[in-house]
């Protein structure tokens, strides 16, 4: 069964830092470009970052560069974003999703999605 | 990074058509076929409906359909069920610092 699985998620203080993780089971995971998408409570989607299938390319939204960091371990299936100086308007939860398709290439859609993990940032 | 645009609520009725339109600009849908349309229920994950333009996802019903021009993407949703009320969101890559943007969402209603 294709499956993402985010976790460590939580409440932390603005100007803190928190790392999330996605990890993949069911499909080949070093053969996909990654995304995080997250969603502000009662807002909508806001794409966050990507990272290429073998993690040589790496994107950021604007409102995030240079604050979050995105990565990947093949071998451990898992896909990473390290969040630092973090902001109230950071609060959201966090997707992790998976390019539809094996491409070399940034093209569009992602087909399957975690169920999400809440990052609060509150003082 | 403004959003793409789309209009906050559309409603139709058992078995009619409805269009949800994504109006970007000539940097994002004008200038890329990379646009592709998300379903998503409150407190769920987004559903991929449509990737590249024109590829439905596997397992989509083909009562969605899509299009564009210029820089306006649309997607129409036939024979309108009940199992389509959720919220509707285009996406597109773009081209300057930030690769994605999303739009702004369009509540669909079956009355």
């Known amino acids: ?123 | 990074q403004s959003a793409l645009t789309q209009p906050a609520s559309v409603s139709g009725s058992p078995g009619q058509s409805i269009t949800i339109s994504c109006t970007g600009t000539s940097s994002d849908v004008g200038a890329y076929n990379y646009v592709s349309w998300y379903k998503q229920h409150p407190g769920k994950a987004p559903k991929l409906i449509i990737y590249d333009v024109v590829n439905r996802a596997s397992g989509v019903s083909d009562r969605f359909s899509v299009s564009k021009s210029g820089n306006t993407a649309s997607l129409t949703i036939s024979g309108l069920q009940a199992e389509d009320e959720a919220d509707y969101y285009c996406n597109s890559k773009r081209g300057n610092t930030t690769l994605y943007v999303f739009g702004t969402g369009t509540k669909v209603t079956v009355l």
């Open chain 1, 1 to 123: 069964q294709v499956q993402l699985m985010e976790s460590g998620g939580g409440v932390v203080q603005p100007g803190k830092s928190l790392t999330v993780s996605c990890e993949a089971s069911g499909f080949s995971f070093s053969s996909y470009n990654m995304h995080w998408v997250r969603q502000a409570p009662g807002k909508g989607l806001e794409w966050v970052a990507i990272i290429s299938f073998d993690g040589s390319n790496k994107k950021y939204a604007d409102s995030v560069k240079g604050r979050f960091t995105i990565s990947r371990d093949n071998a451990k299936n898992t896909l990473y974003l390290q969040m630092s100086s973090l902001r109230v308007d950071d609060t959201a939860v966090y997707y992790c999703a998976k390019d539809v398709a094996r491409r070399y290439y940034y093209g569009s859609g992602t087909d399957v999605w975690g169920q999400g993990t809440t990052v609060t940032v509150s003082s």
